[in-house]
């Protein structure tokens, strides 16, 4: 059985940093690709970033330098660092492990998911 917990989201002003974590159980973090997307009120969730298993990451076009994806492999713990934070950047932010150690950008290549956390950036 595999679980991903996230925690770190929160309400931030603009401008302003966050970092998500996202602890696994049940997978070892740096034997697939692990992801993060996102999901705002009405819109269908999006890719933000992906680390393979190799450390290569890869990243939304959104993000614009502003993220940072990486991995704690004796935490088993994936972090997203989230700065310069926009209003637009609100949203429900999840974690996911991939099927393979390169996914990438569609969900369908993550086979278990995190509950989310909230992630509000006040203007």
């Known amino acids: 059985q595999v679980q991903l917990d996230e925690s770190g989201g929160g309400l931030v002003q603009a401008g302003g940093s966050l970092r998500l974590s996202c602890i696994a159980f049940?997978?070892?973090?740096?034997?697939?690709?692990m992801g993060w997307f996102r999901q705002a009120p009405g819109k269908e969730r999006e890719f933000v970033a992906t680390i393979w298993s190799g450390g290569r990451t890869y990243y939304a076009d959104f993000v614009e330098g502003r993220f940072t994806i990486s991995r704690d492999t004796a935490k088993n713990t994936v972090y997203l660092q989230m700065n310069s934070l926009k209003p637009e950047d609100t949203a429900v932010y999840f974690c996911?492990?991939?099927?393979?150690?390169?996914?990438?950008?569609?969900?369908?290549?993550?086979?278990?998911w995190g509950q989310g956390t909230q992630v509000t950036v006040s203007s």
């Open positions: 996911a492990a991939g099927r393979t150690a390169w996914a990438r950008l569609n969900s369908n290549e993550y086979d278990y």
């Open positions: 049940g997978r070892t973090v740096n034997t697939v690709a």
